[in-house]
């Protein structure tokens, strides 16, 4: 697609993928190699899993939430227990690394160099701020990613 783009004289800066802990495709690709061959970055959406890399299910599906409602890409079957036991332990490590899990979900997609930015779909402002912590603490260690990986079913 770039080379078609090329030869159309139509430069093609950025691609826009769907990218988080819980959804990888990307990775499995090679989508991120392909991005740095021809020059483009990505924007990701969608980095806190419609809002399950945050702290707002850990006890239960708020009424006001995304899942609480009829409609949306977030489903209350989503949030299976399985997935919720996923959520608590990921929560653990941010809190271990002296973040919150919204911000640690930021810092993960954001370590990739292909990755410009992150659409968040911030829906209140203490949502943007709390986002944005997570440029404080970008760095991983080692043992961090593969805990993640593990927890991820990586």
């Known amino acids: 697609a770039a080379a078609i783009l090329r030869d159309l004289g139509t430069p093609c800066l ?6 988080s802990m819980f959804n990888r495709w ?21 980095p806190l899993a419609q809002g399950m890399l945050t702290n707002k299910y850990l ?16 489903k209350k079957e989503a949030l299976t227990e399985g997935k919720l036991a996923q959520i608590s332990q990921l929560n653990e490590l ?29 829906s209140r402002l203490a949502q943007v701020q709390d986002c944005v912590g ?17 927890i991820c079913g990586q």
């Not at 990307?26 to 969608?46: N, R, W």
């Not at 973040?99 to 979900?105: K, S």
């Open 14 to 19: 950025i691609h826009q993928p769907s990218y």
């Open 94 to 122: 941010a809190s271990a690394r002296g973040q919150t899990l919204a911000q640690m979900a930021i810092a993960w997609v954001l370590r990739q160099p292909q990755i410009t930015s992150a659409l968040i779909g911030a």
């Open 26 to 46: 990307t990775e499995d690709d090679g989508l991120y190699d392909a991005l740095a061959d021809v020059g483009m970055g990505s924007i990701v959406f969608s």
């Open 134 to 150: 997570a440029l404080d603490s970008l760095d991983f260690t080692t043992e961090e990613l593969a805990r993640i990986d593990a």
């Open 59 to 74: 006890k239960g599906i708020p009424g006001d939430s995304r899942a609480a409602k009829p409609h949306g890409f977030l």
